[in-house]
């Protein structure tokens, strides 16, 4: 069969502008209905959006183009221009008042903070419904299903491939009766969903043909909660050619620019600064791998998520967990020895890992975790949190070591380990780096464009 003519769905868009779309317009070559990146300068007018879901998406998207498809993909960018056309994947813009996404984005928060287990409480689904800011959640999707109706009617999609949890109410609010698939990013455990959920989740989830999660754990707790469509498991993945090998001079620019010392003994993490992401517990066993590695440093790269940025939803929440951190090692004494980067391009991240001597993920609680299939490429050993999904694919000891991110001593037990015994650590690395291959976009993307055409076929 040809190939299914498709449309994507994110909140986190590729491409963030650095110049007015006005000036976008002025410097572009094609006329302002579709603005072409390939007049304009990466780095210069744009940068590529960090980030698991673009990671993804975009790759994704670049085979089907490949392929001889013409995909489009929906995201929310209300600093861009409304239509815009990238290595042949055109991309629709959607632009919602600013008074709207701080609405939106503060009730999105409440439904990731409940099923991130991390909201003090969770309210009552009525209650989250009379927030006057679910009006605004209700809005930006209601604009999303508004666009993807109206390029449906251009283009005549065989599917809508929908992604992200706050984007679920979009199964009910599409008109389009084109099959739909939902991918799940974040954690999915019945534990943490309040039972006064459950049936507004099971009426959102069962309007999909089709659910892809990261886990099989996840797919169990999908058919528990009465699910009755196609469940996939597919791991997320990376694509190894966008991750090139940075020269020494690159390494040791990048090192002399954040204070690194040649003999300095590099543990990263790789994540948006977000509570979640549990950059507290590594800063608090830092204090103790010092004491037995004096030499020690911790480099956090990553700064707010999308939804975090001023372009972007504009919480503050990046910032405010940003300053904690700094604060949190200030108190324990630590805080020559911790180094926050913030957004790093490209270039800087290939160096950040091959300066790495370890790389952890100490998450609270993690859908899945890219940051260590990316460790794993560059061959570090890693350090994963047992809540977070990728930690199913390690044979602890061998290709990983798991941690408790509540056990401090625990995590700083396992660093000091690793930074001591070179041995382990190649070995661990080396298996990580066979086990990465798990999740190369070459590894899964039939496995995933199987799933696309027998929705399509099946409908």
Known sequence: MPLPHLITITQTPLVRFKVRPEEIVQSSEKPPEIIDLGSLRRGEHYILSPGGVTRMVYPFLKRLVERGEAPWWVSLNPQAPPRIIIDGIRIYHISIPADRIKGYGKAKEAIWGTLHMISESSPDVRDLMWMDEYIDYVYYNRRVAQ????????????????????????????????????????????????DEWMESMDFYLNKYDAIIVSSKRYSETLRNMGYRGYIAEIYPYIDPKQYGKPSESDIESFGSRYGLKPDDKVILIVARMDPMKGQDRAIKALKIVKKAIPEAKLVLVGNGSFSSSKNGVGLSKGERWARYLANLA??????????????????????????????????IIEGFGLAVIEGWLYKKPVIVSNRAGVSDLIVNGVNGIVIDPNDIEGIANSIIKLLKDEKLSQS????????????????????????????????
């Open 330 to 363: 200030t108190e324990l004494g630590v805080s020559d020895s911790v180094i926050m980067t913030g957004y790093v391009d490209q270039k800087d991240l290939e160096a950040a890992y091959s300066r790495a001597d370890l790389v952890m993920l100490p998450s």
């Open 147 to 194: 666009a993807i109706d109206t390029l449906d009617r251009e283009e005549d999609f065989d599917l809508i491939y929908i992604h992200d949890f706050q984007h679920i109410p979009l199964g009910s609010m599409v008109t389009s009766l084109k099959p739909k698939i939902l991918r799940w990013h974040i954690p999915l455990e019945k534990d943490l969903i309040p």
């Open 428 to 459: 661990i690395g080396d298996n990580g780096y066979e086990t990465s291959k798990k999740c190369f976009i070459e590894s899964v993307i039939d496995d995933e464009m199987r799933l696309i055409e027998y929705i399509v076929e099946g409908r």
